[in-house]
């Protein structure tokens, strides 16, 4: 394929792909409340959301062996066919009035198996199909696809879910399904000749495990931005968690709507700043410039408890993150030969992917059982607290207090954690020169 003229073929592959996840968002958003409403359980969500992220995360050094060792457009192929058939076992559970809770963590689980496939194959396909200097419009185009369903999918679900009901829904995302499917057969992806001299990973495959690991630890500046990055993912997936509480704090669940809206449209809209810029000459200026902004709405947005103040905070962070995203994405895609790419997405994934869980872990024991009665407005009066108090009287005239106050702290606390790794990741030489340091190793 003539990599100048396989934009076009990266695009419809792109298309098909933002559909099938587009009907997969719908189905996953109302699941979620289905499950939500038959118990109003808040343990049931949480196992949900675990079960569709631990299990990538733990398989993506084994999955990105096999990236490395088989066809890609092969492995996408199974992910796709696979996802198919979990989605009709669950629409034909429903159909039948037999679906339960647990169904839908095993099968989240299953999912999520073959999903920590697609996801390094996809990741070391884009090399293959976009030229070089196109591979930041490229992760542009990506990010700008994940913003639009981010953006529409909990709208549209929410209609769907009203109006027509979950039997709708699944249907959409079987048709989806199909048209992703379709474009995948529609598109040749080339696999990487060997550029590199390194072992073959059907040869061994605890050692093709340990690849990523040994090809980042001789590449201190990849090692270290994958460091910074994990950091970051880290408090993201804990903000995440958090964002709903301080939120339902201070507003309903329409205001809280309304700022995810806005938080979309943000990620939508620095999509397109970095699909038509392209980003800076140096790609970590992008990473840790924007990553700084990132930090400053994380922690000012809280402070005020107003749905103005944390709408325009979402819209400035989630339009930071496709710049961090894309720069971060096309360092990886350069630096890393192609060939291996497969194995060493597959550890970064795993890598980024484990903060998720433990964040989830971590950050609501924290918010219920230190932050939020520390901020409670009768937190002052309560002499059990100890230390509490001492923070407390220094935080309340900050934040205030009261439900979500608490949690607030927390976001704010994050955001400086982030801050503290974007200065540390600036004054290490080998991730500020990494651009410099580490030569381009193109598709061959």
């Known amino acids: 394929m003539n990599k ?3 934009m076009r073929a990266f695009t419809i592959l792109l298309v098909g792909q933002a559909l099938s996840l587009l009907g997969s968002t719908l189905t996953s958003f109302s699941l979620g409340v289905w499950a939500y409403q038959q118990a109003g359980s808040v343990t049931d969500f949480a196992m949900i959301a675990l079960a569709a992220s631990l299990p990538a995360a733990l398989l993506s050094p084994i999955a990105g062996t096999i990236v490395d060792a088989y066809n890609r457009k092969t492995i996408l192929l199974v992910g796709q066919t696979v996802a198919i058939l979990l989605t009709a076992s669950l629409a034909s559970l429903y159909w039948l009035d037999m679906l339960k809770v647990w169904h839908i963590v095993l099968l989240s689980a299953l999912s999520a198996i073959f999903n920590a496939f697609v996801m390094p194959a996809v990741a070391a396909s884009v090399i293959m199909l976009v030229p070089a200097d196109k591979l930041t419009k490229a992760n542009g185009m990506m990010s700008l696809s994940l913003g639009v369903v981010r953006l529409i999918a909990p709208a549209i679900a929410g209609a769907l879910l009203l109006g027509v009901g979950l039997k709708a829904i699944f ?14 057969l529609a598109t040749q992806i080339p696999q990487p000749k060997a550029v590199s001299d390194n072992q073959k990973p059907k040869e061994n495959l605890l050692k093709s495990m340990l690849f990523g690991w040994n090809y980042l630890r001789q590449r201190r500046g990849l090692l270290g931005l994958l460091i910074f990055y994990a950091c970051i993912a880290f408090n993201v997936a804990a903000i995440g968690v958090l964002i709903t509480p301080m939120v339902l704090g201070f507003t309903d669940a329409a205001g809280l709507g309304i700022i995810a809206s806005v938080s979309g449209f943000g990620m939508v809209l620095g999509s397109i700043i970095i ?19 990132v930090c400053g709405g994380y922690i000012l947005a809280p402070i005020i408890p107003s749905a103005i103040m944390v709408a325009l905070g979402g819209l400035l962070i989630m339009g930071s993150f496709p710049i961090v995203t894309a720069c971060s994405q096309q360092i990886f895609q350069r630096k890393i030969a192609p060939d291996v790419q497969g194995r060493v997405f597959g550890f970064r994934a795993f890598i980024v992917g484990i903060t ?9 024991p924290l918010a219920d059982q230190v932050f939020e009665p520390m901020m409670a407005e009768n937190s ?15 935080l309340v005239p900050i934040f205030g207090s009261g439900q979500g106050r608490g949690v607030a702290v927390m976001i704010s606390l994050l ?7 974007v200065v540390i990741a600036w004054l290490t030489p080998s991730i500020r020169r990494i651009d410099l340091d580490l030569p381009n190793l193109d598709a061959q």
């Not at 964040?359 to 609501?364: E, H, I, K, S």
């Not at 002052?380 to 220094?394: E, R």
Request: charged letters at 10%; proline letters at 3%.
């Open 380 to 394: 002052m009066a309560s002499d059990a607290l100890g230390l509490s108090n001492t923070l407390a009287a220094w």
């Open 275 to 293: 699909m038509a810029w392209g980003g800076p000459e140096r790609k970590v200026f992008g990473v840790l410039g924007g990553g700084l902004v």
């Open 4 to 6: 100048e003229n396989s």
């Open 171 to 184: 249907t959409i995302d079987l048709i989806t399904f199909i048209f992703g499917v379709t474009t995948l």
């Open 356 to 364: 998720s869980p433990i964040a989830l872990l971590v950050a609501g």
């Open 415 to 421: 955001g400086c954690m982030s801050l503290i790794a």
